[in-house]
């Protein structure tokens, strides 16, 4: 993308967006100077939101706007952006993990069997992995996820094993949203 480009010039407006990998994204916008992403982010680059989705100026090719007409529909969308930490994600990308463990709240209802989920790395945003959801297991609450899946293939290790908790889902999700929501664990595979 130029770097003289002005990305706040699509903050509020329906945009077509083609990042360097070529993938394609539409959806209404919103943008985050290189300052807030700087504080909220820890890296200092201005970015275009669509939905949950982050994309920083580094990844994207063209940004056009199209009429509010245009043929998106968000919720029939078939990638979904989850982004992880260095430890799951290295987990995934060799295979060890296989089930993603996450609440089930609106964004994650949107998911189906058969989608793409786009990983990416929070410490290196160019580092991505694809993987297709081959099931969703839903659940009431991680202690009934913990009681009735196999915990090895959800992050642990055989070290870490043996002080698995569900506890350990509340660094990320409030026992009140764990309540409201459910959870789920996204088998997948990589493609």
Not at 39 to 50: A, K, M, P, T
Not at 60 to 86: D, F, G
Not at 145 to 156: A, F
């Amino acid at each position: 993308m130029s770097k003289k480009m002005n990305l706040s010039n699509y903050d509020g407006k329906i945009v077509k967006l083609t990042l360097t990998d070529g993938l394609v994204y539409e959806g209404p916008c919103m943008y985050h100077s290189a300052e807030y992403c700087e504080v909220e982010y820890g890296r200092s680059e201005e970015v275009l939101q669509i939905d949950d989705w982050l994309f920083f100026k580094s990844q994207i090719a063209q940004v056009e706007c199209i009429e509010e007409k245009s043929e998106y529909i968000w919720q029939n969308r078939t990638e979904h952006l989850m982004r992880l930490a260095p430890s799951p994600f290295q987990m995934i990308e060799n295979g060890k993990k296989t089930i993603e463990l996450r609440l089930l709240d609106e964004k994650r209802r949107r998911i189906k069997k058969g989608d793409i989920i786009r990983f990416e790395n929070t410490k290196d945003q160019d580092a991505v992995l694809r993987a297709r959801v081959e099931e969703l297991l839903v659940f009431d609450s991680f202690r009934e996820l913990y009681e009735n899946l196999p915990l090895l293939e959800c992050g642990y290790t055989a070290e870490t094993i043996h002080d698995a908790s569900p506890d350990d889902m509340n660094q990320y999700y409030s026992i009140e949203e764990q309540n409201q929501y459910g959870v789920v664990g996204i088998r997948i595979s990589l493609v």
